[in-house]
């Protein structure tokens, strides 16, 4: 399928890198500027859980967001000749019998069947690591491996289009005239640097930092991702991934003994070894009050259009996400109302 449109995306994270891929596959003919330093999509641990575990309640549309990112990455991988998408189970350790109770209670529903394994004598038993409440399995849960992820889709889409690896300027911008290129529509996909956007810097838009450690353990399982007061993600030849910390308060990429502590802290909730670190390392989240993600067109200027605040669930928000504004873009195909900026437009303007 061919497009005339002539798209520049500002931004290659996960947010950009999604919306390029979405019109190259539509037909369209798309340039990726980035300054190819991203403090948020390559830190990310990069799980998908369809879960929120504090409420004990399924994320918001994973009935439809499964199915279509298996599909999303899996073709990636096959377009890519690359592997970057596996299957991790999670186990979630009950931090108390009301916990448990609450899974309990929810595995005997039916929309929680596909993703929920009935907790049996085994996962109460559960040995290796703390299960004084016992524990459940997840199914329909995956990882991907974000650093091979985003190197070989962004070579993909050099191979597809243009990728321009400088920092974008506003000053060069006229309309949508970027440096004597014209062009039909300009995506800002710039993660937690949008509130230096001078169109969209405005949206609430937080910058939400998360520091995670590598350890090196002895007793973690390898199979199996764990989950109580922080996660576990399994990197091989037991090493694991730990995170993640939540500080609202810091826009900076600078990794603190704090945090550090505070994850190490955690860890000992599972397992008693003294584990080595590693790394540390840190990275800020693009997240939403509303926890939904901002998307739309800019309320002055038709041609400017935002796609961001991914958030903590990015990998498995944006595969249908930027499908569907792709289909917004192109074909005028409403946006979901949850995450159209028109609904911070609309308080606005009461």
Same mark, same amino acid.
């Given at each position: 399928?061919?497009n005339?449109?002539?798209?520049?995306?500002?931004?290659?994270g996960?947010?950009?890198?999604?919306?390029?891929?979405?019109?190259?596959?539509? +037909?369209?003919?798309?340039?990726?500027i980035?300054?190819?330093?991203?403090?948020?999509s390559r830190?990310?641990?990069?799980?998908?859980?369809p879960?929120?575990?504090?409420?004990?309640?399924?994320?918001?549309?994973?009935?439809?967001?499964?199915?279509? &990112?298996?599909s999303f990455? @899996?073709?990636?991988?096959a377009?890519?000749?690359?592997?970057? =998408?596996?299957?991790?189970?999670i186990?979630?350790?009950?931090s108390?019998?009301?916990?448990r109770? =609450?899974?309990?209670k929810?595995?005997?529903?039916?929309?929680?069947?596909?993703?929920?394994?009935k907790?049996?004598?085994?996962? !109460?038993?559960?040995?290796?690591?703390?299960?004084?409440?016992?524990?459940?399995?997840?199914?329909?849960?995956?990882?991907?491996?974000?650093?091979?992820?985003?190197?070989?889709?962004?070579s993909?889409?050099?191979?597809?289009?243009?990728?321009?690896?400088?920092?974008?300027?506003?000053?060069?911008?006229?309309?949508?005239?970027?440096?004597?290129?014209?062009?039909?529509?300009?995506?800002?996909?710039l +993660?937690? !640097?949008?509130?230096?956007?001078?169109?969209?810097?405005?949206?609430? &838009?937080?910058?939400?930092?998360?520091?995670?450690?590598?350890?090196k353990?002895?007793?973690?399982?390898?199979?199996?991702?764990l989950n109580?007061?922080?996660?576990? &993600?399994?990197? +091989?030849?037991?090493?694991?991934?730990?995170?993640?910390?939540?500080?609202?308060?810091?826009?900076?990429?600078?990794?603190? #003994?704090e945090?550090?502590?505070?994850?190490?802290?955690? !860890?000992?909730?599972?397992?008693?070894?003294?584990?080595?670190?590693?790394?540390?390392?840190?990275?800020? @989240?693009?997240?939403?009050?509303?926890?939904?993600?901002l998307?739309?067109?800019?309320?002055?200027?038709?041609?400017?259009? #935002?796609?961001?605040?991914?958030?903590?669930?990015?990998?498995?928000l944006?595969?249908?996400?930027?499908?569907?504004?792709?289909?917004?873009?192109?074909?005028?195909v409403?946006?979901?109302?949850?995450?159209?900026?028109?609904?911070?437009?609309?308080?606005?303007?009461?």
């Amino acid at each position: 399928m061919e497009n005339s449109k002539n798209i520049l995306v500002v931004g290659a994270g996960l947010a950009g890198i999604s919306v390029a891929t979405q019109l190259i596959k539509a +037909g369209v003919q798309v340039t990726l500027i980035d300054n190819d330093k991203n403090f948020s999509s390559r830190v990310a641990a990069g799980m998908i859980n369809p879960i929120v575990f504090r409420r004990m309640t399924k994320s918001w549309r994973v009935d439809e967001f499964i199915p279509f &990112l298996k599909s999303f990455y @899996r073709e990636l991988e096959a377009e890519t000749q690359s592997e970057f =998408f596996f299957p991790i189970p999670i186990r979630r350790l009950f931090s108390s019998e009301q916990e448990r109770g =609450f899974w309990l209670k929810k595995e005997q529903r039916e929309e929680f069947e596909p993703y929920m394994e009935k907790v049996t004598e085994s996962d !109460l038993n559960f040995s290796q690591a703390k299960n004084p409440f016992g524990s459940g399995r997840l199914k329909e849960t995956y990882y991907v491996d974000v650093n091979s992820f985003i190197t070989n889709t962004k070579s993909w889409i050099s191979s597809k289009s243009r990728l321009i690896k400088e920092q974008f300027d506003y000053n060069q911008l006229t309309r949508t005239n970027y440096k004597g290129t014209k062009y039909d529509e300009i995506v800002f996909c710039l +993660g937690y !640097l949008n509130k230096s956007c001078p169109f969209f810097g405005e949206l609430p &838009l937080d910058q939400t930092k998360g520091q995670t450690l590598t350890i090196k353990s002895e007793t973690l399982p390898e199979n199996t991702s764990l989950n109580r007061k922080c996660f576990m &993600l399994p990197k +091989g030849n037991k090493t694991f991934k730990i995170g993640s910390t939540y500080e609202w308060n810091d826009p900076t990429t600078h990794t603190t #003994i704090e945090s550090r502590t505070e994850l190490l802290k955690n !860890l000992a909730y599972v397992i008693d070894e003294e584990v080595e670190v590693i790394h540390q390392e840190a990275g800020i @989240r693009p997240t939403t009050r509303d926890r939904r993600p901002l998307i739309g067109t800019h309320n002055k200027h038709a041609h400017y259009h #935002i796609f961001n605040g991914l958030g903590a669930k990015g990998y498995m928000l944006a595969p249908l996400i930027s499908k569907e504004f792709v289909d917004y873009l192109l074909n005028g195909v409403n946006l979901d109302p949850e995450v159209d900026i028109n609904r911070y437009y609309r308080r606005n303007n009461q």
